[in-house]
Nanobody, 120 residues
Framework: QVQLVESGGGLVQAGGSLRLSCAAS????????MGWFRQAPGKQREWVAA???????NYEDSVKGRFTISRDNAKNTVYLQMNFLKPEDTAVYYC??????????????WGQGTQVTVSS
């Protein structure tokens, strides 16, 4: 089992920045990909960004150039630096860790979520 604990959410004005962190514990050696999803009210959960143990990175198109994902394998932690935030970025952000080649593919694990609210 893997446990994920997120932190760093909050309220910020449009154009501002936040940094999310997700610390993993437990069977860490089984994890390859880590990343972030988000779910806005009334919408489906969507993938945001992910990074593999080897450093491969990809982003959802709407966050490219604004969000940066990074990973500290020694600390078993993944980060999401979010700059130039927009009201449409408002959502609950969930950390995901997966044993397979990409996030969200079973077997995978979820954090409890952290709220990000961007005011206009």
């Amino acid at each position: 089992q893997v446990q994920l604990v997120e932190s760093g959410g909050g309220l910020v004005q449009a154009g501002g920045s936040l940094r999310l962190s997700c610390a993993a514990s437990g069977s860490i050696s089984s994890i390859n990909a880590m990343g972030w999803f988000r779910q806005a009210p009334g919408k489906q959960r969507e993938w945001v960004a992910a990074i593999t143990r080897g450093g491969s990175i990809n982003y959802e198109d709407s966050v490219k150039g604004r969000f940066t994902i990074s990973r500290d394998n020694a600390k078993n932690t993944v980060y999401l630096q979010m700059n130039f935030l927009k009201p449409e970025d408002t959502a609950v952000y969930y950390c995901n860790a997966a044993a397979g080649f990409w996030v969200g593919i079973s077997p995978d694990y979820w954090g409890q979520g952290t709220q990000v609210t961007v005011s206009s």
